[in-house]
């Protein structure tokens, strides 16, 4: 009976610590929340930082895009300005390497038959004076801290009753247009406007349907023919 007891005892001791390892063995890993909480921020901040670091879309082509051949190459002078968007500045600069605000002007006047003087000095005193609340299509509009003191000159490519916006060679980002209306800094410094156009280059310029271009390339055509 002694025997049996102690067997008895012997196995209920063997089985406690049989289930003690395993028990033991076994891989109990909590879930940190920090940690998911982490990963998560990371995630975030480096979503945000990939959406600061992403460059910006090159700008739209505009309606004044399309280069029409038919036409005299005047009525092109915006889509020949606009294909130039994103040379860089260059101080002294007149090609296509690299432009500063007066050589651009000159630069695409030249290329349609318009021709101007280099510097923005000069070219302020080019074709007749226009006032800043009338300015059309293909006008130039000039900028400074004061009437004498010129600085800068861009090309009108927006319409009547649209947002006065120019193209010109910006010194920080290059030929870019520019909504002069919301520009805190243009707006102020819009001095004066000129008109290097004639009736007819205008007419074509601003035309608003085919009809009206055709009509104004005729006048124009003829009164280049004498």
């Known amino acids: 009976m002694k025997n049996l007891f102690s067997l008895f005892t012997t196995s209920l001791l063997l089985s406690f610590v049989f289930s003690s390892n395993a028990y033991a063995q076994k891989t109990f890993v909590p879930q940190v929340k920090g940690e998911q909480t982490t990963t998560t921020s990371t995630k975030t901040e480096s979503s945000k930082s990939e959406r600061k670091t992403k460059p910006a879309p090159p700008p739209l082509p505009s309606k004044n895009s399309k280069v029409d051949a038919s036409y005299p190459s005047v009525a092109n002078i915006l889509s020949f300005a606009e294909q130039h968007i994103g040379v860089p500045y260059k101080w002294g600069g007149s090609t296509t390497q690299g432009f500063d605000c007066s050589g651009y002007v000159q630069y695409v006047c030249k290329n349609v038959g318009v021709n101007i003087t280099r510097t923005t000095s000069t070219q302020v005193n080019e074709g007749k004076k226009v006032s800043v609340k009338k300015v059309q299509k293909g006008d130039l509009v000039f900028f400074g801290d004061k009437k004498r003191?010129?600085?800068?000159?861009?090309?009108?490519?927006?319409?009547?009753?649209?947002?006065?916006?120019?193209?010109?060679?910006?010194?920080?980002?290059?030929?870019?247009?520019?909504?002069?209306?919301?520009?805190?800094?243009?707006?102020?410094?819009?001095?004066?406007?000129?008109?290097?156009?004639?009736?007819?280059?205008?007419?074509?310029?601003?035309?608003?349907?085919?009809?009206?271009?055709?009509?104004?390339?005729?006048?124009?055509?003829?009164?280049?023919?004498?």
């Open 149 to 226: 003191d010129i600085d800068h000159v861009g090309l009108v490519v927006s319409g009547k009753g649209e947002p006065l916006q120019m193209i010109h060679a910006s010194s920080s980002k290059g030929v870019m247009i520019t909504n002069i209306e919301n520009s805190s800094y243009w707006k102020p410094k819009l001095q004066k406007a000129r008109r290097v156009l004639d009736k007819y280059e205008l007419k074509m310029v601003n035309a608003k349907s085919q009809r009206q271009l055709k009509r104004a390339a005729r006048k124009y055509l003829k009164k280049q023919q004498g």
